[in-house]
C-alpha cells in the first residue's frame, strides 16, 4: 500500500530550503526525507525538488511512502462493523475522540475486539488511505480525548511533539478531602509495586522522577474536583500521586478501594500542534455525567 499526502506550505513555512521544511518545520524523521530523496518520491509543484532548492508560501509539496520507511505500516486492529465513537475533532492526519471509562484504549493479544482501537478501525474502514494507528493510551478506568493518527507519515510526528511537550493532556479528577493549598505540585518518585504487579507506587521499585502539577477548582467538603496536567508521563502517574497525597480518586479501585463506583479521572484536554500545518489546536471532552454536578458547576462557572 502506498500513502500519497499532498500540503500547501503554510504562511512563515516558505524561504526555507525543502529539507529544512520536511525535517526541522514538519518533523519528518531523517530515514523519511532520505527514501523521499533517493526515490525522487518528493515533488513541490508537480516537480521533483532537490532537498537544497527553496520553497515559497503556497508551494504545493506532493509526498509518496511505499511503506517501508515506517517502523508500522499496517494496522492490524479487526474493525468494529457498527463503531460508536464520540468524535471530537478530525483531519486528513487524525482523529480526537472520547474514550468512554471501561473502554481498553488497544488490543492486549491478537484478534482482541471491543477495544477504542477497534471502534477507531471501524469507523475508518470507509476512507480511503486511512487506518488507525496508536499514538497514545490512557488506562481503561479513565475516560477522555485520545489522539489517534489515521496514516503512519504522522505517528513519528505526533510522538516527538509528545516527547517534546508540544501537546499537553490536562486531566479533571474527582478526589477525597480538601487541599491545604489550591495549586502546586507533586515531585514523588514513582516505581513498581513489587506486591502487586497491576499497580506503582511512590518509591517502588525502579523508580524515575516524576512531575504532577494540580488546581483545585472547587470542594464541597467532602470531595474536591482538581485539574491536573503531567510533567512526566509514568504509568498511573495522577492516581498514585493523589493517593499519596492523602487525596486518592474517588472510585479507584486500585489505589482507593474503599470507594466503589466509577473511577472519577477525565481527560478534559488534548492541546496540540497539528501535523505539517503547525496550527495549535485545543480539543476539549464533555465531562462524563457520573462527575457530581455540584463540582461540575464550579468547573463550567471557572
Not at 532537490?50 to 509518496?64: C, E, F, K, P, Y
Amino acid at each position: 500500500m502506498q500513502w500519497q499526502l499532498d500540503v500547501v506550505v503554510g504562511e512563515h513555512q516558505g524561504k526555507q530550503p525543502l529539507r529544512q521544511l520536511l525535517e526541522r518545520t514538519w518533523l519528518l524523521p531523517h530515514r523519511f526525507v532520505h527514501y523521499l530523496r533517493i526515490r525522487q518520491n518528493v515533488l513541490v509543484n508537480g516537480q521533483y525538488y532537490s532537498m537544497n532548492q527553496m520553497v515559497a508560501v503556497g508551494d504545493r509539496i506532493q509526498l509518496t511512502f511505499l511503506g517501508d520507511e515506517f517502523r508500522t505500516p499496517t494496522s492490524n486492529y479487526v474493525p468494529n462493523r457498527s463503531p460508536q465513537l464520540s468524535i471530537l475533532y478530525e483531519n486528513r492526519d487524525l482523529l480526537v475522540v472520547n474514550k468512554p471509562a471501561g473502554q481498553k484504549t488497544h488490543p492486549n493479544q491478537k484478534g482482541e475486539t471491543g477495544t477504542l482501537m477497534n471502534e477507531v478501525a471501524g469507523y475508518l474502514q470507509k476512507q480511503p488511505q486511512a487506518a488507525a494507528y496508536m499514538v497514545h493510551r490512557i488506562d481503561q478506568a479513565t475516560s477522555g480525548a485520545v489522539i489517534v493518527a489515521k496514516n503512519p507519515v504522522v505517528v513519528p510526528i505526533l510522538d516527538r511533539q509528545i516527547s517534546t511537550g508540544k501537546i499537553h493532556r490536562a486531566y479533571l479528577a474527582v478526589v477525597e478531602g480538601q487541599f491545604d493549598q489550591s495549586q502546586g505540585q507533586f515531585t514523588w518518585p514513582i516505581g513498581r509495586n513489587l506486591a502487586d504487579k497491576r499497580k506503582r507506587q511512590v518509591n517502588g521499585s525502579g523508580a524515575q522522577t516524576a512531575l504532577t502539577y494540580y488546581q483545585v477548582v472547587g470542594t464541597n467538603g467532602q470531595q474536591s474536583l482538581v485539574h491536573l496536567t503531567l510533567g512526566t508521563g509514568r504509568t498511573h502517574q495522577l492516581r498514585v500521586h493523589l493517593a499519596y497525597s492523602g487525596h486518592p480518586i474517588i472510585g479507584d479501585p486500585l489505589y482507593n478501594p474503599v470507594q466503589s463506583g466509577q473511577l472519577l479521572l477525565h481527560g478534559i484536554t488534548q492541546k496540540l500542534v497539528l501535523p505539517f500545518s503547525n496550527q495549535v489546536c485545543e480539543i476539549q471532552a464533555p465531562i462524563p455525567t457520573a462527575f457530581p454536578h455540584n463540582l461540575v458547576k464550579l468547573w463550567q462557572s471557572d
